[in-house]
């Protein structure tokens, strides 16, 4: 199966800041890499799909790049509502497999 | 807008059969292309995919899991269901129920999500 590695496991930012989330693959994915957002007690939220493609209805702060087996989601100016775990996800080969999760928490 | 929603016992007795039924509302489930997912999150933990399973009947399931799992459909109820045989304490978890789309690039993402049920197993 694919593995996927994020990094770092945890992070804590002040607002405004600038995040970068990294995911890396075991093996080539092309880009078929996707981002989620989870607030504690809540299902997982679709940010980012095909590595960089954005989803209707996310804030522009967030975006998505890579492709292989090496992928960043990076969140522009941090917002107090951004706290939460996020995980890629690929689909490249079953069986989908998803990152151990970054948590991302404010300072 | 398409909304899933988890139904089942919270409950289940350990080397019993975990049993959880996924409604789906707002859309025919054989109107597309979909897949139907089961994925769960023990506490704390990450996500796992369980296994999904397309309108037709047509399934596949985590290797891990295999063994153990079985997902089905009801089209004319627009439900489909996940039974997990001889649960231990390593299967309590959160299981959400998720729908499968595919874009213009290779590959699935899950659009849409129940908002999860917690399962204990427990005596």
């Known amino acids: 199966e694919i593995v996927l590695t994020q990094s770092p496991d945890f992070r804590f930012v002040t607002p405004k800041e600038k995040v970068t989330i990294t995911c890396r693959a075991s093996h080539n994915i092309g880009s078929s890499l996707h981002w989620y957002q989870q607030k504690p007690g809540q299902s997982p939220k679709l940010l980012i799909k095909?590595?960089?493609q954005s989803i209707s209805g996310v804030p522009s702060r967030f975006s998505g790049s890579g492709s292989g087996t090496e992928f960043t989601l990076t969140i522009n100016s941090l917002e107090a509502e951004d706290a939460a775990a996020y995980y890629c996800?690929?689909?490249?080969?079953?069986?989908?497999?998803f990152g151990q999760g970054t948590k991302v928490g404010i300072k | 807008q398409v909304q899933l929603q988890e139904s089942g016992p919270r409950v289940v007795k350990p080397s019993q059969t975990l049993s959880l039924t996924c409604t789906v509302s707002g859309g025919s489930m054989s109107s597309g292309s979909n897949y139907w997912s089961w994925i769960r999150q023990p506490a704390g933990k990450a996500l796992e995919w369980i296994g999904r399973i397309y309108p037709s009947g047509t399934t596949s399931y985590n290797p891990s899991l295999e063994s153990r799992v079985t997902i089905s459909v009801d089209t004319s109820k627009n439900q489909f269901s996940l039974q997990l045989n001889s649960v231990t304490a390593a299967d309590t978890a959160v299981y959400f129920c998720a729908r499968e789309s595919y874009g213009d690039e290779y590959g699935y993402f899950f659009d849409f999500w129940g908002q999860g049920i917690l399962v204990t197993v427990s005596s």
């Open positions: 095909y590595a960089s």
């Open positions: 996800h690929q689909s490249s080969d079953l069986p989908w497999t």
